[in-house]
């Protein structure tokens, strides 16, 4: 049977990413308190194709991550991104894997223990010359306050949910959950699955005395990723639903680069092994 | 060219919905204020299948949308869904129109102007013996402040965007606008596109002063709507997008249906002439 | 602590519905060939509120799906909105569960293994009377051939994604599986998460020789589930997206109800005891 | 009353982009054929703020859209990027405004009329140095035959719907409907709101003829770009919807940036007042 994708191209251009998108697949990534948790990705997964080819083999991709959905994480990206780019005969490759992640959160008085969700996403890319670079990211629902309606206003504040994106490279390993609570902590206040009636007015007060703009979210955030020399890049975004407006309100910081934050594949696969002992 | 859609069937089953989804076209519709207003549609339109055919012909919905694009109003649903009917050999048709509308609307005490947006919905059926019913829908953001929160927490209270959406059958014409503005005064406090901080102080304070749960705000809206004779039937339902939580309070009441709510077709025709004239 | 909830009201109108919406948490369900699949829901819960009191308790709807979540199946939700209405003092109960499904599929010729995904949902009510209305739901992403395209064109014909939806209520416990290999045997041809070049040609193939409209895919599937003494309502829709337009092709067929598929609740916990062994 | 915005702030950080996102507004776009067009926009407006100030003042970008939504096009964006910086006190400012857009399109044999639809984007940034960057985007809903399939099989070949998105940076002004038909004529075939039977024949049999990978269409995409010396960037991705799966086959090509694609405000100034007539 005839192999359309092998036949040569003429057209003298290569492709710099082809494969799938939107997959939908269930896949366990490491969780810090339990060892690993079970969830359902949307997954992305590409290769460059040099000119010479008119096609990649697309049925490829979904056999390796079949192979390799029982544990998907920071930890493993650097092999995955390896094989894809032997197992596609190409020299670049790159995944996007988003899915949801719960922690358990006791409610802050009652401890009424529920389960909080996170949109998670890790994103990896391999190029030529063996440089692996890794992107973590989390998306963090939390409360704000408006300093401006508190201060103004003889009653009251107005306060809404929102919604805070971090991306960040690292040099060592970094569990989702610790980007996680950075965040939650540079909120006006966290949000919480179950809170009971003594739990919301602890929220509500903790809130009403701690109001911040979009503006002082990721300002607060980034203060403490530029501390932190585990972080060798980021981009964070705050975005509220405003309760006075159909629109929202956004600030976004992005870190000029520390440092190159792609490491060689050898270096990957060294903290791969050892990383997760030492800093979970 | 052999007409497939056209040949017997011999499956023994009726239709009872056949045509065209989430057709993105340019419509004009009805304006209170201006007359009318142009905005972007998603669009079904659906005819029932006798069983004796295998199939309908698609295109001839389009083509009648593409007739009727200057205005798609409540006033000219039962000649439409007549002509569907007509043009496609069905004995009952249904359409759903589905867009973005905007009001004009001054900022509280600055009167600051600017556009607020909506999401409107008309929904229309014509039976067999021509019986035709009508739904109007509006879907509208509004803030609300927590009743329990406020009366526990030393200072503040927690409140969000929320939306709440409202169908409602009729015997005469009733503008969108109406039951946008009976929505918005049930809620703590309307949303607006513009507020200076005078604006900001005032729908803080107006908040503040009027917290009111999902299920007030939906016995407030069901309370007029009662009292309402021109109402025949209702829907209503309030979603909070929790400010202290990643999920959504929800409450939502709907009518016993007074009376049918459906009219012969020719009654309508006879408020299409006439009703927007008397009732605007 | 003052119990604003609890507080009398004066309005005189009962809420129909009242709770929590779109909660997504971790849940297990049932599996058809490994007896559990871990998957992530996105869960609605509601009770209704005599006219009496202001307001429900949003916290124990989470406190009790934090309890029930390691097997959310059609054999536990009877127990589940039995729960409802006494932790939350109602005489009716509604849970929505929407979550995505996973079954391992072989490729038809290479038997390369993949896992296809569904989205699946179960909506149960309990009533004041203690009867209980369940329904299971599936969709099904399928392939189309265009009957007419083929019939007219001198090579080829049009063929797309579908995408079917089949909702139905039934006396004796049904797998999710069944389901979706019903929908799937009526589709031009199923699909597929991997398909090798030998398995590619053979559901183009397949699909070629099996042309269908959306017409005759519902006409096919509700065929089906009227023969089938144990389904006693259906509803079916199938939806095109169109490879040659950009708005979709959709067609429904919704039974008469056979019989009330409203079993009283002790019925419901007799069938869960010994349903699944019976009927897997 | 204090405005807690202006406030002194002593992180000591300033913040890329602050301002509004997701705001929904009615606009006026440019129309190659009729002159304008109206329309509903999505938008987000941001500058950045210096590191000595507490807030931006949210306000101001809707009063700056509620002044300019007559004519929002790449004609005007440098003099809107131009006043949000003055507006707003801001060394840089940052405009996307994405919005569906209509062309009328005839069926190719029986030349009925129909609305076709593209969501296309226009984005602009004007940096300290005054230097303003232009990017226009369409996605072009499009009909692609596998070239694989074909050839394998016995009879027919899976084809489906598929979406080509591409951004462009350019010289001088260019139509969304030159890029749109750009794209259209790398397809399989194109897409068309109306088809008759006889055009259905011809659409079948046209991209039965002219089968494509997503390698193909971006390549193809690309040539044309490159041959055009008015362009001076652009990304291309063309994505299947699969009909033999439930994922989607991807591929993209980036250029090499050719020329800067900055130009200084007063060109663009220069170009906007000339550039219209003379390109269209």
Known sequence: MIDIQSLPDHRNLPIDKVGIKNLRYPITVLDRAKGSQHTVATINMYVDLPDKYKGTHMSRFVEMLHLFRQEVSLKKFAMILDQMKSHLNAESAHIEVTFPYFMEKLAPISEAPGLMDYTCAIIGSSDAAGNVDLISEVVVPISSVCPCSKEISEGGAHNQRGEVRLS?????????????????RCASCEVYSILKRVDEKCVTERGFENPKFVEDIVRDIATRLKADDNITWFTVSAENFESIHNHSAYASITSVERLKGKVLIQDVYDFCETGGETSG
């Open 168 to 184: 960040i490279r690292f040099n060592r390993f970094i569990w989702m959950e610790d980007m996680i609570e950075l965040v939650e």
